[in-house]
T-cell receptor, first 114, second 114 residues
Framework: EAGVVQSPRYKIIEKKQPVAFWCNPI?????LYWYRQNLGQGPELLIR????????DSQLPKDRFSAERLKGVDSTLKIQPAELGDSAVYLC????????????FGPGTRLLVL | AQSVTQLGSHVSVSEGALVLLRCNYS??????LFWYVQYPNQGLQLLLK??????LVKGINGFEAEFKKSETSFHLTKPSAHMSDAAEYFC????????????FGTGTRLTIIP
């Protein structure tokens, strides 16, 4: 069974530029999460989807961050414009099925904003 | 509200020695508890989880953890450390029944001394 797929793995951009990250969850998983992991910290939730509905986006900085999961499968997280403080690892996770409390993580996208 | 405290941001043990990584949690509801491991430039991999039932849970790679409600703890142990155990370990707490967000600790970096 394929795991959570993310791309790109690394991204370097200049501040004020836009950037987008893509995630494909494990097949059949209805719940998709985007987390941000700052250096030396644990992941923090940005947004959670149930199918195509964003059910928890309370920690998403909505002035510059947006996300979508149009068909309830893969998802895109966008930052526009990026700031220096956005440098972090962006992790996607999914859960579903009988053990829906277990989140499976992708390898992450490491973003560096210069 | 939920929170996790991991005591010791860095732990070093000799190869073959006992590994003990400490985790204390705070939760207003019966918690689901998780340990994840993160190798360099990779996502998080589930080691083990506690949801209900037996309080001593066994995970992959010889790790186990014990849920102690009276101490609000979920410490991770392994009887004999191996060089391949060197990684970052994260304790996380979630709400029961669900697929809601996980709240992570700040992580413990485990170093194995040959």
């Amino acid at each position: 069974e394929a795991g959570v797929v993310q791309s790109p793995r690394y991204k370097i951009i200049e501040k004020k530029q836009p950037v987008a990250f893509w995630c494909n969850p494990i097949s059949g998983h209805n719940t998709l999460y985007w987390y941000r992991q700052n250096l030396g910290q644990g992941p923090e939730l940005l947004i959670r989807y149930e199918n195509e509905e964003a059910v928890d986006d309370s920690q998403l900085p909505k002035d510059r961050f947006s996300a979508e999961r149009l068909k309830g499968v893969d998802s895109t997280l966008k930052i526009q414009p990026a700031e220096l403080g956005d440098s972090a690892v962006y992790l996607c996770a999914s859960s579903g099925g009988r053990a829906r409390e277990t989140q499976y993580f992708g390898p992450g996208t490491r973003l560096l904003v210069l | 509200a939920q929170s996790v405290t991991q005591l010791g941001s860095h732990v070093s043990v000799s190869e073959g020695a006992l590994v003990l990584l400490r985790c204390n949690y705070s939760s207003s509801v019966p918690p689901y508890l998780f340990w994840y491991v993160q190798y360099p430039n990779q996502g998080l991999q589930l080691l083990l989880k506690y949801t209900t039932g037996a309080t001593l849970v066994k995970g992959i790679n010889g790790f186990e953890a014990e849920f102690k409600k009276s101490e609000t703890s979920f410490h991770l142990t392994k009887p004999s450390a191996h060089m391949s155990d060197a990684a970052e370990y994260f304790c996380a707490v979630g709400a029961p029944g669900g697929n809601e967000k996980l709240t992570f600790g700040t992580g413990t970096r485990l170093t194995i001394i040959p």
